[in-house]
Nanobody, 124 residues
Framework: QVHLVESGGGLVQAGGSLRLSCAVS????????MGWFRQAPGKEREFVAV????????NYTDSVKGRFTISRDNARNTVYLQMNSLNPEDTAIYYC?????????????????WGQGTQVTVSS
């Protein structure tokens, strides 16, 4: 069993930054592709970013490219999402997720394990 715990959310003004962390326990982080998703009130869960378990290849949804950076520290079993130039449209609950597939996925139902989420609120 893999357990994921997100942290680092909060309230920030537009233009500000936050760094989310996702601590992984139960199995080595290096065995999984790790993704970040978000869900705003009344909206479907949306892919944000993913980092491949081997090689560290990343992929982002278009709306966050150039502003968000996903990274991982396998030694610490932690994945990060650095979020810069935040705007109110980024307000959502952010979830990290683990996928042991051979390829990275941008689809939430491909992921095997999920954290409980952390709230990010960006004020205008």
């Amino acid at each position: 069993q893999v357990h994921l715990v997100e942290s680092g959310g909060g309230l920030v003004q537009a233009g500000g930054s936050l760094r989310l962390s996702c601590a992984v326990s139960g199995r080595a982080l290096s065995s999984y592709n790790m993704g970040w998703f978000r869900q705003a009130p009344g909206k479907e869960r949306e892919f944000v970013a993913v980092i491949r378990w081997i090689g560290g290849t990343t992929n982002y949804t278009d709306s966050v490219k150039g502003r968000f950076t996903i990274s991982r520290d396998n030694a610490r079993n932690t994945v990060y999402l650095q979020m810069n130039s935040l705007n109110p449209e980024d307000t959502a609950i952010y979830y990290c997720a683990a996928d042991n597939g051979a390829r990275t996925s941008m689809v939430w139902y491909d992921y095997d394990y999920w954290g409980q989420g952390t709230q990010v609120t960006v004020s205008s």
